[in-house]
């Protein structure tokens, strides 16, 4: 008697890192698919097609669409807006206490920088607290700034470099102590001094005002 039939099998198509939904933290994972087999004396011989493919999570074995993995990337992306926040947050304020005192102007500037670019809004209160925090325990301007770095272009850099202008202008003059502190910022994203000159003549010429809501 010739017995055949067919059977599922399993294989791996791709293993690595990620956040399993399940347990909630970051687990290693399998992505496996399973192909139907024609078997013949239960040993598969013929592949007949893809069932399916599913990743699972190496700690709990539960089972997921692969799906799951995108899911994933969108979780890393939403970490990279955090730190962007952070170094953004960072770095204006720096900027606002650089000449030792806080204008009014200064603050609303960096409020208004604050909530076009993260998505957390803060009001002037929160702004102050912050503000305090960073009195307290001034990091330097390039602790959050050289994190993000590595993920910005040429453009997101501009723009950074363009908001700090912003705020050092908001008072009504850029002192050199604000100066100093956007050419370090500048150097910490390994922009050219003539890049950063370019773009404060872009700024300032041919009208006196500066702008951040630009581009
Ligand atoms: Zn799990």
Redesign the pocket.
């Known amino acids: 008697m010739i017995i055949f039939g067919t059977r599922g099998v399993k294989s791996t198509l791709n293993q690595g890192q990620f956040n ?1 939904p ?2 909630e933290s970051t ?1 290693a994972y399998k992505h496996k698919k399973v192909t139907r087999f024609f078997t013949l004396y239960f040993i598969p011989l013929i592949p007949l097609g893809r069932l399916g493919e599913f990743v699972e ?1 190496q ?2 074995k ?1 089972t997921f669409i692969p799906n799951v993995l995108n899911y994933n990337k969108n979780q890393q992306s939403d970490s990279f807006l955090a730190e962007y926040e952070k170094a953004m947050k960072h770095c204006m304020v720096l900027i606002m206490l650089a000449d030792g005192e806080i204008d009014e102007n200064e603050m609303v500037t960096v409020q208004k920088i604050i909530n076009k670019f993260g998505h957390n809004d803060i009001s002037l209160d929160q702004l102050s607290k912050y503000v305090e925090e960073v009195q307290q325990k001034p990091e330097d301007i390039s602790t959050y700034l050289r994190k993000v770095t590595p993920a910005l272009n040429e453009h997101g850099k501009e723009m950074i470099i363009k908001c700090a202008i912003s705020v050092a202008a908001a008072d009504g003059n850029i002192d050199d102590s604000e100066i100093n502190l956007i050419n370090e910022m500048a150097k910490v994203m390994e922009m050219s001094s003539s890049h950063l000159k370019g773009i404060l003549s872009e700024m300032f010429a041919p009208k006196q005002e500066p702008s951040f809501s630009k581009n």
Do not use: E
């Open positions: 399993c399940q347990c687990r999570c700690a709990c539960g």
